[in-house]
């Protein structure tokens, strides 16, 4: 059972939005940032988000953070095959002094 | 470029000990903390421990607090994570992990390429 919750799959056409969300509590996304990780199949995550809304250089600007209180969302739109891959959140929680990770979000591009 | 080259991983029996190595390079090693994070087979991300920058602080989950010890080596730029009274449950894939401050609990900007460790008779 994970501390942050995620929904565990998502599917979306080519071409169309989609949402992830991610939830969590006071001690953890209530009060600290939150960052994204994409997870390709077979490959090691690569940070998608940081700092709940910012993006690393080379992230387009199809991929978008947002958070408010003890929940945050990733946004993809404009979904390519691509983009398959699963899709964690993460934060400290101040309570367990550890990083905590959402379960994951597998994302499918029917 | 930041690299981080994971290696140690291999197949050991219950209650057996594993050190697994983070070799860094591309970057000032000692100005950042950082982590393990595994992933069971088929499973999600779960973080393991972490060191600050100095290694003056080391965290653990409760899954593996007391039969795991983090360390680095700040001369050697090597991160490192020994394992002993393993069980199947610790079957995974290891990933080291660089913080993006000194401190840990910041995000990671950059990941090893994982190495597996198998608990098994």
Known sequence: QSVLTQPPSVSAAPGQKVTISCSGSSSNIGNNYVSWYQQLPGTAPKLLIYDNDERPSGIPDRFSGSKSGTSATLGITGLQTGDEADYYCGTWDYSLSAVVFGGGTKLTVL | ?121
């Open chain 2, 1 to 121: 470029e930041v690299q981080l080259l994971d290696s140690g991983g291999g197949l050991v029996q219950p209650g057996g000990s594993l050190r697994l190595s983070c070799a860094a390079s591309g970057f000032t090693f000692s100005l950042y903390a950082m982590s393990w994070v595994r992933q069971a087979p088929g499973k999600g991300l779960q973080w393991v421990s972490g060191i600050s920058a100095t290694g003056g602080s080391t965290y653990y989950a409760d899954s593996v607090k007391g039969r795991f010890t983090i360390s680095r080596d700040n001369s050697k730029n090597t991160l490192y994570l020994q394992m002993s009274s393993l069980r199947a449950e610790d079957t995974a894939v290891y990933f080291c992990a660089k913080d993006h401050s000194t401190r840990l609990g910041d995000y990671f900007d950059s990941w090893g390429q994982g190495t597996l460790v198998t608990v098994s008779s």
